[in-house]
T-cell receptor, first 115, second 113 residues
């Protein structure tokens, strides 16, 4: 059972448009991460957010962590075809912040950016 | 540092056969994780090793699954008597104590016919 809900599951947009992906948890994790995964490859870490209210920017990507540390969003400005991929949020540590740093992933958002 | 490697990249097997996958983590990474990812879903945690000790196993890891990390370096994941429901991408990740950044391998895609 996934404890992290991502929305939307699919997103198909034109190059240059903006988009936001949401990640909501019923539990608090020690931190939350966003990954990007391309077909046939493993996920690659984009960012880790730890503090409630935190905002991090990575070029055209903006990540926000909710004050209660249960929700997060990924905003992409002026999307490009190279942004196409599967975007995953993941809670670090078990729900409630338990052991070993294992990741609990959302089901992912498949983003397609058309030229 | 060549990253996390997994072998094979693809495996096709018939139902009932046994399969074994290998993961070579980044050298000196003492933490190693196995995840399983089915189409359209995010990866799900299977098991965790710290050095050679298997410290956590998911309930997803039935008795047909066994994982080892005998010398605290590479790890193997064996599935006995494979079922069609085992078809998935099996991902390995490694990291070190004190950091939450996991480095994933490219995965082994298993197809059970």
């Amino acid at each position: 059972t996934q404890l992290l809900e991502q929305s939307p599951q699919f997103l198909s947009i034109q190059e240059g448009e903006n988009l936001t992906v949401y990640c909501n948890s019923s539990s608090v994790f020690s931190s939350l991460q966003w990954y990007r995964q391309e077909p046939g490859e493993g996920p690659v870490l984009l960012v880790t957010v730890v503090t409630g209210g935190e905002v991090k920017k990575l070029k055209r990507l903006t990540f926000q962590f909710g004050d209660a540390r249960k929700d997060s969003s990924l905003h992409i400005t002026a999307a490009q075809p190279g942004d196409t991929g599967l975007y995953l949020c993941a809670g670090v540590g078990g729900a409630g912040g338990t052991s070993y740093g294992k990741l609990t992933f959302g089901q992912g958002t498949i983003l397609t950016v058309h030229p | 540092d060549t990253g996390v490697s997994q072998d094979p990249r693809h495996k096709i097997t018939k139902r009932g056969q046994n399969v074994t996958f290998r993961c070579d983590p980044i050298s000196e990474h003492n933490r190693l994780y196995w995840y399983r990812q089915t189409l359209g879903q995010g990866p799900e945690f299977l098991t965790y090793f710290q050095n050679e000790a298997q410290l956590e196993k998911s309930r997803l890891l039935s008795d047909r699954f066994s994982a080892e990390r005998p010398k605290g370096s590479f790890s193997t994941l064996e599935i006995q008597r494979t079922e069609q429901g085992d078809s998935a991408m099996y991902l390995c990740a490694s990291t070190t104590l004190g950091t939450d950044t996991q480095y994933f391998g490219p995965g082994t895609r298993l197809t059970v016919l």
